[in-house]
């Protein structure tokens, strides 16, 4: 089965179990037991509070150091792709583009990459929907987290 065209108004990834699912799973119970203890305190109840939240905080920092390692791993791949597509005056700049502008710029495709890269120096455009929007031909993604 082949995978949809990718393009800026698609290129999000939803986990419907992750973000539907999971989240209220985790999230609900915590504010019912917070409620518990507000409402009729005691220590055992408290201390399953404390339990839920940090159930729910371990989830949180689980989601954010995997998508931390990915970003890594993006500035990684994309420092080699410019190494290898961009022109020397340009090469020299690759140290300049910040790890946000990376992780927009991968979606640009090959050709289109040396352009952008030059206009998001000039123009410090660091914000990375701006970058997206600004790509004409789409490089898609399948693999991201």
């Known amino acids: 089965m082949s995978q949809l065209d990718q393009n800026f108004k698609n ?8 973000h539907y699912l999971m989240t209220p799973m985790l999230v609900l119970p915590s504010l019912y037991l917070g409620y518990g203890v507000v409402d009729d305190f005691s220590r055992a109840g408290l201390a399953v509070f404390i339990l839920s939240v940090g159930v ?18 993006i500035r990684l791949e994309e420092q080699l792709r410019m190494e290898r597509l961009l022109p020397a005056e340009l090469k020299q700049r690759i140290p300049e ?11 640009a495709s090959d050709e289109e990459l040396p352009g952008l890269v030059f206009k ?3 123009e410090r455009i660091s914000d990375r929907k701006t ?3 600004a790509i004409n ?8 987290i």
């Open 97 to 107: 583009v910040t790890t946000e502008q990376m992780i927009a710029l991968r979606f």
């Open 56 to 73: 729910v905080f371990a989830a949180f920092f689980a989601r954010w150091f995997a998508l931390g390692v990915q970003d890594r791993v």
């Open 137 to 144: 031909n789409w490089r898609a993604d399948h693999q991201r």
């Open 131 to 133: 970058l997206k929007q």
């Open 120 to 122: 998001a120096l000039s």
């Open 11 to 18: 290129h999000a990834k939803m986990v419907p179990a992750y």
